[in-house]
């Protein structure tokens, strides 16, 4: 554990949260070659778009969370969770950025993702002019708890970083360690400011049919923008690898299900042990100063 990802009891759910991390932040540098194969993950067309699809999400997404955590920033006393805010706020920041530039590189590799980067901001400024700050909040957490999931149980857990091209790995090695380490910030700044359950968990029943309604029209957009709609071997592969074998949305699923308790906090799922591999592995590397 380093310095800056110091562990401290936490705030405000002490009787279900355990422990929180004070998210560090990174300043990576990432080798976008011009050689890396236009599928870089296992050489598949819909696993790489699939993730193309969510960095096309991310750039204007994160921008969102940010805002949504900055809003009540003035309203937190508590200096841990200050510090983690920053954390939070900086790390998104990087993923925003690092994202942005990882979109244009597929973008000149004829993957059409600047139309979907323009959707969702649009989604997302309707969010900020239609929705209370409360729920543009809860928002984040529901993402939060999704990205986390996602980094925790697909990314770091399975073999998907081993299968990708060795330059294409650490972004989202980095990504994945840095979503896990801040994933309880929004959640803990939503509990500091009273805000309600219901909106909470209504705002994650919509959440979970916006990501996957929204994800899979985009990547059934970007393999028929490749000529690859048709492909059902590569579709048929990754539907077997997400739901069949290994299954790993099957398999996030009881954890997805446990946002709905009253007693959820994010760090009820503790996958530091994951995470300090993946920061052993994969950040060496890429990390050249800190902020
Ligand atoms: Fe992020
Ligand atoms: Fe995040």
């Known amino acids: 554990m380093t310095a800056a990802a110091s562990i401290s009891r936490s705030r405000s759910n002490k009787r279900t949260a355990p422990v929180t991390v004070i998210p560090e932040v990174r300043q990576p540098n990432f080798d976008l070659a011009d050689d890396v194969p236009k599928y870089w993950w296992d050489n598949d067309p819909a696993k790489t778009l699939l993730l193309a699809a969510m960095s096309a999400s991310f750039p204007a997404g994160e921008r969102f969370f940010i805002d949504s955590v900055r809003h009540y920033q003035s309203q937190i006393t508590d200096p841990e969770l200050q510090k983690a805010i920053r954390g939070f706020i900086g790390q998104e920041a990087h993923h925003s950025k690092e994202h942005q530039a990882l979109n244009g590189y597929l973008e000149d590799k004829g993957i059409g993702l600047a139309r979907l980067d323009r959707e969702v901001l649009a989604f997302m400024n309707w969010m900020r002019k239609n929705l209370s700050p409360e729920r543009q909040l809860a928002h984040t957490v529901a993402v939060e708890h999704f990205t986390a999931l996602m980094a925790e149980e697909f990314l770091l857990k399975y073999d998907a970083l081993e299968e990708m091209d060795p330059r294409m790995a650490p ?34 029943m919509a959440v979970s049919i916006l990501f996957p309604v929204f994800t899979s029209i985009h990547l059934a957009q970007l393999m028929k923008e490749d000529g690859q709609l048709f492909n059902i071997k590569s579709w048929a592969g990754a539907v077997k690898y997400m739901w069949g074998k290994p299954g790993v949305f099957r398999k996030l699923m009881p954890s997805y299900f446990k946002y709905y308790s009253p007693n959820f906090h994010p760090w009820n799922h503790d996958a530091r042990d994951l995470v300090e591999k993946a920061k052993n592995k994969w950040l060496g590397a890429i990390i050249s100063k800190k902020a």
């Open 171 to 204: 972004i989202w090695a980095w990504h994945a360690i840095e979503e896990s380490e801040h994933k309880a910030v929004a959640f803990d700044v939503y509990k500091a400011i009273g805000g309600s359950e219901f909106v909470r968990v209504t705002e994650m």
